[in-house]
């Protein structure tokens, strides 16, 4: 009897530890892909500045402005929602020192911007902080000082570091745009290359539009530029260096040389080279001027680029019948088809990032800009239009830019040329202001890199 | 060879920004606008109102705890009876097998030891059914005994809706995020602690950071969470995991 007691306590002090409960977890497997809202305050400026600055640049309040750049970038990109200005009940002197993080949390802002500009000593000095308004903590604070007519790009550059700090990849805001200016009727189109930064602004023209251009490249490492113009009707690849204006004419062919772009290092040129009804890939290095020959098929091989490690790539062929996109190794073996969807496929570029390829496709009359994993799976449109091409990606792999030919009025006459954007999920397209009809745009690496 | 003629000024690339750093100030104790604090108060007062409309008071349970450690001469089935008291004050279903350890061990028959093997295989099944992916807890059936599905399900809801998945993550890494979460019986967060907190500052790991502060964000947001009107000691500490795979892998 006493050992059937004694097991009985045993059996009890065994269950007494067990009241403690384990710990309850919860797996979050899903969010919202919503907008996050975001409060850009008007940088904040004191009375000498403001009108230094107005003198300087005839702009009445910078500081104002520059936020409205931020604000717009950030509404752009399709990842922000910047909260209107007139429900901010704090005003952005005192916002910068501290926030009020409830008067912020109120407008349901998730993050905030405030800021200061400073004009002492001829320089422009802006200084931003990001806080994240939930936390009540600061994520960020950095200061820029320039000349004063540079403020556009501070903007810009805030933008970037705001852009990095909440969505974990870098921004595509300092950046710019090369593309061809078009003008005049269709039979006698003047086009000359014009550059401008990611958001229209600032455009500049490169060349008077005495030869036709087209399909300007950017080098990913420098300022340095890679299109082609006709000279006597036949097209031929061009080097142009924008800080300094000097050009030269990539190697003397005795054919047709066209679709020219950097290699990831900026040391290369591929392009295509056509002769005798035949067209092949080639790369030229800059350095040294020698030319390799990459593919040698009897059909049409064209539009090369690189995957971002310089170790493969993409091009369209019609070796199967019909064009479509392949991926080989940078040497040229190992050739694959990595297209197999229904219609013609063409223009493929490598994402910045490596993971995707963007291309043009033709199908059922139709245009189509898409992207496709690098071995060809997962195949989807982004946007679809009576005509357009040219897909170029930001510098994050997150945007891409292309242009699309439109008729000018409802009745389907006259005709347009534009560069628009669009981004990954698809569902944020826009248009891309310009001075003039567009076409062929390729988009800059950050300027600061 | 001809060239195409440029325009005579090449372009002028605006000087180097120089870039520094701001020191990160202390808080400062900047007083209330007048306008704001006008406000905050009136929303204040209307979330309390609307918190005590909503969610009943907690009720007032007697404690009842035993005099002392039982006696090995006492009856056992006395004691099962007070502890059943203290562990849970509601009727609990006796078709839902979510109970305690002690409860488990306190209905020792060998006979119904099947069954309850049976019902808790049921429950993990259904579980994962909802679920559909393979995580964490899939293994942790003793989670199960922590809420209801439809508890769980509720707070889920809650902060699917509260967290902005930051997109630009790389969603072939490890999306992974464990926050742990010290609660209020009215489901206020008293204190959160991220648990691979080592990542944030390993070199290539930035993005853990950007995701952690969502998450965090998520939890600041949503709260109070939607957590049971009773049984708060099963629930006053809880683990979040976050996981961003699913929706930027697709």
């Known amino acids: ?449 | 060879m001809s060239l195409p003629y440029i325009t005579k000024k090449p372009i002028q690339l605006p000087p180097i920004i120089s870039v520094e750093l701001i020191q990160i100030m202390d808080k400062t104790n900047i007083p209330f606008a007048p306008k704001a604090k006008k406000i905050i108060e009136e929303v204040k007062k209307k979330e309390e109102q609307k918190l005590v409309s909503e969610q009943a008071p907690p009720k007032k349970v007697k404690k009842e705890k035993p005099d002392a450690i039982p006696l090995p001469d006492q009856k056992p089935e006395k004691i099962a009876k007070i502890e059943e008291k203290k562990q849970n004050p509601e009727k609990v279903d006796n078709e839902v097998k979510q109970v305690s350890e002690f409860e488990k061990d306190e209905m020792f028959d060998p006979d119904s030891i099947a069954a309850l093997i049976d019902k808790s295989k049921e429950e993990i099944a259904k579980t994962n059914k909802k679920s559909k992916l393979v995580t964490q807890s899939d293994d942790k059936s003793m989670n199960l005994s922590g809420l209801t599905l439809s508890e769980e399900d509720a707070l889920k809801a809650q902060i699917f809706g509260c967290w902005s998945i930051p997109l630009g993550l790389p969603y072939n890494e490890n999306l992974l995020v464990r926050i742990k979460l010290k609660l209020k019986p009215d489901g206020t967060v008293t204190k959160t602690e991220i648990l691979d907190h080592a990542r944030m500052n390993m070199p290539g790991q930035g993005f853990f950071k950007v995701l952690a502060e969502s998450a965090l964000r998520a939890i600041q947001l949503c709260q109070p969470l939607r957590v049971p009107t009773t049984g708060y000691e099963r629930w006053k500490d809880m683990q979040l995991n976050f996981d961003a795979r699913e929706m930027l892998g697709g």
């Open chain 1, 1 to 449: 009897m006493n050992k059937f007691i004694f097991k009985l306590f045993i059996f009890f002090i065994i269950l007494l530890p067990n009241k403690s409960y384990s710990l309850i977890e919860i797996d979050i497997t899903r969010g919202n892909l919503n907008p996050l809202p975001i409060a850009v305050s008007p940088l904040s400026s004191d009375d000498s500045s403001i009108s230094a600055l107005n003198k300087k640049l005839n702009i009445k309040n910078l500081g104002s402005e520059i936020s409205k750049i931020v604000e717009n970038n950030l509404k752009t990109s399709g990842l922000f929602n910047p909260l209107n200005k007139d429900a901010f009940l704090q005003k952005p002197d005192i916002a910068h020192l501290k926030p009020r993080f409830e008067d912020w949390a109120l407008i349901k802002a998730q993050a905030l911007i405030t800021g200061r500009v400073i004009f002492e000593d001829e320089k422009l000095r802006v200084e931003f902080r990001l806080w994240d308004v939930l936390a009540g903590k600061e994520m960020m604070a950095l200061a820029f000082t320039t000349v004063p007519k540079n403020w556009r790009r501070v903007g810009h550059i805030i933008t970037d570091k705001v852009y990095e700090r909440l969505t974990g990849e870098k921004g595509y805001f300092d950046t710019r745009i090369i593309y061809v200016s078009e003008k005049g009727p269709k039979t006698q189109r003047v086009k000359r290359l014009a550059i401008m930064d990611q958001d229209g602004h600032n455009t500049k023209y490169l060349t008077l539009g005495n030869e036709l251009v087209l399909t300007p490249r950017f080098n990913p490492t420098n300022q340095m530029v890679t299109y082609l113009s006709y000279f006597r009707n036949l097209p031929r690849v061009y080097l142009l260096d924008i800080e300094t204006g000097i050009q030269e004419v990539v190697g003397d062919f005795a054919g047709m040389t066209f679709a020219p772009r950097f290699s990831p290092d900026g040391k290369k040129i591929i392009m295509s080279f056509a002769k005798d009804g035949n067209s092949d890939i080639y790369t030229m290095d800059l350095e040294n001027r020698v030319v390799e020959k990459i593919t040698n098929h009897p059909s049409i091989d064209t539009s090369p680029s690189y995957s971002p490690d310089g170790k493969y790539i993409t091009f369209n062929s019609d070796r199967s019948g019909y064009q479509q996109i392949y991926v080989m190794k940078s040497n040229g073996t190992n050739v694959k088809r990595v297209s197999f969807g229904k219609g013609l496929y063409g223009t493929p570029v490598w994402s910045p990032r490596g993971d995707l390829i963007a291309f043009t496709k033709l199908h059922k009359g139709k245009f189509y800009i898409g992207v496709m994993r690098t071995d060809g799976k997962g195949e989807r449109l982004l946007t679809e239009n009576y005509y357009q091409e040219a897909p170029s990606w930001s510098p994050n792999g997150r945007v891409l830019i292309f242009y699309r030919e439109t008729k000018s009025n409802k009745k389907g006459e006259g005709f347009s040329a534009k560069l628009w954007s669009i981004d990954l999920t698809g569902y944020n397209e826009r248009e891309v202001g310009t001075e003039t009809d567009a076409s062929d745009p390729s988009w800059s690496s950050l300027l600061s890199n």
